[in-house]
């Protein structure tokens, strides 16, 4: 069974850096595949990023040259660098973790860009 944390959101200006951490439990963690979403009040669920159980990363168009998406296998930690940041990025970010046709969440963690 898989849990997990994240942490690093808060409030940064446009153009500004944040890096999200996602901890996770369990020693499957390297099985899984990891995802980033996120979720603005009256909009829907948005996948940000990707990553296989090897490394290969996927990302929405509107984060792609922005965003990052990694992983520490050993650490059980999966991590969303996200860099140029813009106003419309302000939202709760959710880490998921996918193993076979299970999947799971963390609680969110709150990302704002505002001058």
């Known amino acids: 069974q898989v849990q997990l944390v994240e942490s690093g959101g808060g409030l940064v200006q446009p153009g500004g850096s944040l890096r999200l951490t996602c901890a996770a439990s369990g020693s499957i963690f390297r099985l899984s595949t990891m995802a980033w979403y996120r979720q603005a009040p009256g909009k829907q669920r948005e996948l940000v990023a990707t990553?296989?159980?090897?490394?290969?990363?996927n990302y929405a168009d509107s984060v792609k040259g922005r965003f990052t998406i990694s992983r520490d296998n050993a650490k059980n930690t999966v991590y969303l660098q996200m860099n140029s940041l813009k106003p419309e990025d302000t939202t709760v970010y959710y880490c998921?973790?996918?193993?076979?046709?299970?999947?799971?969440w963390g609680q969110g963690t709150q990302v704002t860009v505002s001058s």
């Open positions: 990553i296989s159980n090897s490394g290969s990363a």
């Open positions: 998921n973790a996918r193993i076979g046709l299970d999947y799971y």
